[in-house]
Each structure stands twice: as C-alpha cells, then as structure tokens.
C-alpha cells in the first residue's frame, strides 16, 4: 500500500479542519486558514504512546512512534486533536533510533489543536500585535500564531529548553515561518523585543511574573494558566495599566499545562516519614474526604485548585496501600493525614494534623464557603495585581478571596 505523506496530510489535514469548526473554533476566516495551512506532522517528528502495559515495577511503558516506525500511524496522529508527548525529564529522545521508556514525567509535548486555538482566541490577537510567546514546544502553536498575523504582526517565541527549541526552529524556519526565536527561561520574559500587546504562556505558574507585567504595554493582555503543587489549574486573562496594576477574569474550562520547569514542586520525601508526624495529634472527622479532589467532574477541577488557592505550597500524597491520604507543606513542615474511619462503615475520613498550619482546616474552610455560595465557576471570579500583591478573589462572596504572593 503505498503511503504519500503530503497527500495524506492534506486529507487528514482537512479533516482536523471540519473537527475544529464542528467545535465551534473556526468562525473566523483567518485561523481556519491557518489551521488549513500548517502542517502539523512536520512538528512532531515522533511522540510517545502508552502501551497500556506496565514493568515489574508498575511504571507505564511508552512506546515511540515516528514515521519510520509506523507511518500511517504516526501521520494520523498529527492530525488528531489530541495532546502528543514528545519528552519525558527534559531530555530530548533521538527520533532517528528512537527507543521505548518507561515512566517518567512528560516535560514537553504538542498541546491538542483545539486547546492551542482556544488560547490563541482567547488571548484575541490583531493585525499589528507583537506578541510574546512563553514556550515554544514543538513550534506548532507559534506556526499557527504566524499565519494568523501575516506579515501585520510579529511574534517572539522562547523555549527553556535548548535542545526542543533547536527542532521548533528547523521545524519553522523550514516550513518559510519568520520568527524570533530565543532560548531563554519564559519566567523573566525577554526583554529586548519588549514591549509585548500580547504574552501568551504555553506553561503553567504559579504566579504571574513581574517580568511579563514590565514588558507588557498599557492595555496589553496577558494570558496565563496558574497552578501549584497540588495540580490545580485555572486560566486567567489579565489586562495590563497605565499604573502597573493589571485585572481580569478567570476563564472557564479545565485546561492545565505542564508547569514551568523551574516551579516544579519539591520532591516531597517518604509518606511515612510525614506520618509519622501526625501520628499522635488528635483525630477529629472530616467534613470532606480527600476523594473531593479526584472527582471527575469540571466542579471538582475548580474545587482542587480552590484547594490550592487555601493551602498554597501544600502538596498530595498517597501511601503505597492507597488508603491513607497526606496533605504536606515542605516550606513549613505542616502536614495533614486522612485515613479511612472504620467505625461507621462508610466513607468517613478521619483527620489528623500537625505543624504550623491546619492544611485540611483550610481546605473545608474555603470549600464551605464555596458550597453556601451555590459554587460559582471560575468565571465568577477576578484576578488583581497590585504592587506586587496578586489576590484572587469573588467579588460577591468575601470568603473567597485568596492571596497568592
């Protein structure tokens, strides 16, 4: 069977086109175009697939697809909307004899189409706009972003990573894509393109560097997604002053982005060893269990990142059995164990805490206060800067206002 890859990528290529339109993303002209126009196999020249197997060690096997290993998948591939891992620990694979891994935690990849557009929709691009780019990945995003604005805009596009950018560059450049291009870390912006109309980041913070809010122009908007060490996630769409202050509001939806690399969170140490410091404080049942976290619904990716927001610096962790749950603050050695209670024979948890701060207290806090609100989504909520001082807040319920730094 014979096997065209400009043929078929067109094909495919249009079929990716009805998908994002049949989603509601292409009512404009000009990023249907672009999305017509990019290719996005040249982007990724190989990518990472579960198996779906697991080693003696329980760690997922990841298999490696190129062109060379299985062309018909790996084309089709790049033109579904879906999420493709292209590195694992910040160290880039060797797509002309790539090998299968093992575990891992994925540090690059190329974001789902659909979520690139929502992005680039959201941060409403212009004819004229010189926009800053905060990880450039595969470049793929940024080939896209330079079709939309033509030759009436400018991009800069900077990636930590030396290695990742080195193959977005031949990637972009090859394809007649003109673009600033800097390996640089995103969290200090980049300073001698600035000013920026547009700050798009492609990584998740956990606060707003001051760095983008001194490159922005008055009127700019920045976009962002802020995280934290408990895996919460919410996006923001800030607008930029005259003042130095910037506002704006959360956007709906559950999007989360790999963090930026250098707000990682800390390795966290033996759960038992954090155990063991709660261990002899007095219990008392928990008004939530810790399955609130997990649940799978949009509610309950709101509800972790209000957790986040209540116990900043707190980190989960699960022992090895599964039925014990810690909350944990490396920065101030609190820690808050959830176990199971057996006498009543259903789903209570018992709650014991040591250390400074009372993680779980602040958790059901904000969560009670959420609950009586009637849990507004993340729209309802505001994002301020001030001075340095960064709050999330809703502006009709004044329980719920939260400090990040």
């Not at 069977?1 to 009805?18: I, P, Q």
């Not at 093992?102 to 979520?115: I, N, Q, R, V």
């Not at 969560?367 to 800067?385: K, L, N, Q, S, V």
Request: hydrophobic share 40%.
């Amino acid at each position: 069977m014979s096997f065209d890859v400009s043929a078929d990528a067109a094909s495919l290529r249009r079929e990716l086109v009805r998908e994002l339109a049949a989603q509601g993303l292409l009512a404009d002209a000009r990023w249907r175009h672009a999305v017509e126009r990019v290719p996005r196999h040249r982007f990724v020249p190989g990518f990472y697939a579960d198996t779906g197997r697991r080693d003696e060690h329980g760690l997922t096997v990841w298999e490696p697809i190129t062109e060379y290993t299985d062309p018909g998948r790996w084309l089709a591939a790049a033109y579904t909307d879906t999420t493709l891992i292209t590195q694992f620990d910040g160290t880039e694979p060797d797509w002309d004899h790539p090998a299968p891994r093992t575990g891992g935690a994925p540090t690059s990849s190329s974001t789902l189409p659909s979520l690139v557009l929502r992005m680039w929709l959201d941060a409403d691009l212009h004819e004229g706009h010189h926009v800053l780019e905060i990880g450039t990945g595969t470049g793929y995003s940024t080939a896209l972003a330079c079709e939309r604005l033509g030759e009436h805009g400018e991009i800069t596009s900077i990636e930590v990573d030396d290695h990742r950018l080195r193959q977005a560059a031949d990637a972009l450049y090859g394809s007649g894509y003109a673009v600033r291009l800097a390996v640089a870390d995103g969290l200090h912006g980049y300073w001698p393109h600035a000013p920026y109309d547009r700050i798009v980041a492609a990584c998740s913070v956990r606060t707003v560097p001051a760095a983008w809010l001194a490159q922005a122009r008055p009127g700019a908007k920045i976009l962002a997604t802020l995280s934290g060490w408990l895996y919460g996630y919410a996006r923001v769409l800030l607008t930029t002053r005259e003042d130095g202050t910037a506002e704006g509001p959360l956007l709906p939806g559950t999007i989360s982005f790999m963090a930026a690399r250098a707000q990682e969170r800390p390795a966290p140490g033996n759960p038992t060893d954090w155990d063991a410091l709660t261990r002899d404080t007095p219990g008392h049942p928990a008004r939530y269990g810790p399955g609130r976290l997990d649940e799978a619904s949009d509610e309950a990716f709101f509800a972790r990142f209000l957790a986040q927001l209540a116990a900043p610096n707190a980190q989960q962790l699960t022992d090895p059995e599964g039925d014990t749950v810690h909350l944990i603050n490396v920065t101030t050695g609190s820690a808050a164990t959830l176990t199971p209670d057996g006498t009543s024979g259903g789903e209570d948890w018992c709650v014991r805490q040591a250390g400074p701060l009372r993680l779980w207290d602040a958790v059901e806090a904000a969560w009670d206060t959420w609950d009586r609100a009637g849990r507004p989504g993340p729209e309802t909520f505001r994002m301020h800067i001030d001075n340095g001082r960064q709050t999330i807040a809703h502006p009709g319920v004044p329980g719920l206002t939260f400090t990040l730094a």
